[in-house]
């Protein structure tokens, strides 16, 4: 009885185990990043704009670098740069200087060039793998 017992226990535990990581493999459809690859870097030509009218007229001179997830996306990114320095010239040309003072500004603004740039470059095509912006050098004027 007691062997039984043993082997149930096993058996399920064995069932659970191969279940957990059958389920691990499972993703919602989005590609994910292997462990072992590198992140990779974009840096991108400064961008000089005009910010809308506050006080006067006033400028955004800033250089950042993009980081995505591999190889195939610097290679995608670096193809499309025309559209990638097109949106992003876009969106910081409607910002105000306020807006991009604080160190909570930066952090939006972070947000939304990665959100402009991950936007695919093709219609109903795959979004580009954009992790982070590190800013190199920002100077409102």
Known sequence: ?????????????????????????????HKEVKKHEKPEFVALDPFTVNLQPENGEQYLQIQFTLQVANLEQVELIKTNMA??????????????????????????????IITAVKQPFVEKGAPQEVT???FTSFIIQ
Request: glycine fraction near 14%; hydrophobic fraction near 50%.
């Open 83 to 112: 559209r990638v320095r097109s949106r992003v010239l876009l969106l910081l040309s409607a910002k105000k200087a306020s807006e991009l003072t604080t160190v909570e500004g930066k952090g939006q603004l972070s947000k939304e």
């Open 1 to 29: 009885m007691l062997v039984i017992i043993i082997a149930a226990v096993v058996l399920l535990g064995g069932g659970g185990g191969a279940a957990f990581f059958l389920m691990q493999g499972k993703s919602d459809g």
């Open 132 to 134: 982070d912006v590190l």
